[in-house]
């Protein structure tokens, strides 16, 4: 069990990036069909409209303020405005590390003092003082439920975005075309068009490739240094420990990693797939939304070090 409930959280994170590229699939899968495939953001279709319409209507206010009728300004704006509301939600994940990293060494004196000790009674009491210390430290299944609550926000960008361009093609008025019609373009990139529309110009296909090529190598490089985070984090952790002495991972851990890893990797591939396959809007949308990303696991790492020790503190008071 002791091996479960230190894995618990790797898991969690897994089965939110699965639900991702599930969500990403379906979406690249669905009929091509225009009137199925990007339906108007004009009326209730369907219970993830709960989460399109908020998006849309902060583009909305936007467009009609600070980003003067335009567009591609409107989704960068709206796409910083949505990630700090969310910032929250990466504070209280980024805390769970914290407090991973923090339990660890006692954690792992819990498993040297029953290493090798596979009696009923020692199996029974390892899993009891595991329980105790992830209670003491305040880690439980629902603060790993966090990643979870970011997934409607997800959902409802990438609807949104999608469904901009079939609004924009409605005959008449609307809430969104009196907004944005004819200021669709930003640095030369019309972000209502895809490359499979015949309007598209060898300009605009490669525009859209190049725009692809960014979201892919901002969504890696924000992986790689995310590992080289937690690495760094691993090795100070354990720096007061001789390293004969530092636990190894077990077959099951290696394997938790590869297939975390594959996962992350095969992300930032359909996410450069569907900027291909999508409106541009959609690209810009995940390049804003990488970059700030990055710099905002930046900030939290370098608050770390102050969090770290007040989550310390906390803990030694509630002993």
């Not at 796409?79 to 805390?95: C, E, F, M, S």
């Not at 992830?134 to 299944?141: L, Q, R």
Request: glycine content about 8%.
């Amino acid at each position: 069990m002791h091996k479960i409930r230190k894995d618990y959280y790797k898991y969690i994170l897994i089965l939110v990036i699965a639900v991702g590229l599930s969500v990403l699939v379906g979406c690249a899968n669905r009929n091509t069909n225009e009137a199925e495939l990007y339906k108007p953001l004009i009326g209730f279709t369907g219970f993830w409209d709960i989460f399109v319409y908020p998006i849309a209507g902060i583009m909305w206010l936007m467009g009609k303020s600070v980003a003067f009728g335009n567009y591609g300004v409107a989704i960068i704006l709206t796409t910083l405005i949505v990630r700090t509301i969310a910032w929250p939600i990466y504070a209280k994940t980024n805390d769970m590390s914290l407090k991973m990293q923090l339990m660890q060494p006692e954690l792992d004196k819990i498993q040297q003092r029953y290493a090798g000790k596979d009696d009923q009674q020692s199996k029974q009491r390892m899993s009891m003082e595991t329980m105790q210390l992830y209670k003491k430290y305040g880690i439980g299944v629902s603060s790993c439920l966090m990643p979870f609550i970011q997934m409607p926000i997800f959902i409802g960008f990438f609807n949104a975005v999608s469904r901009m361009p079939a609004t924009f093609a409605l005959e008449g008025s609307n809430w969104l075309k009196d907004i944005f019609a004819g200021h669709t373009t930003l640095f030369g990139i019309n972000l209502t068009i895809q490359i499979s529309d015949e309007a598209a110009t060898s300009g605009d296909k490669w525009a859209i490739y190049i725009l692809a090529g960014l979201v892919g190598i901002t969504q890696v490089a924000s992986i790689l240094l995310s590992q080289l985070r937690q690495k760094k984090q691993k090795q100070k952790s354990q720096s007061s420990i001789p390293e004969y002495r530092r636990p190894q991972q077990t077959d099951q851990q290696k394997q938790t990693t590869l297939m975390m890893n594959i996962m992350l990797y095969g992300m930032a591939v359909m996410m450069v797939f569907l900027v291909i396959r999508r409106p541009a809007g959609l690209g810009l949308y995940w390049l804003v939304g990488n970059i700030y990303s990055a710099l905002q696991a930046q900030l939290g790492a370098m608050q770390s070090e102050k969090r770290l020790e007040k989550l310390r503190k906390k803990t030694e008071r509630g002993m």
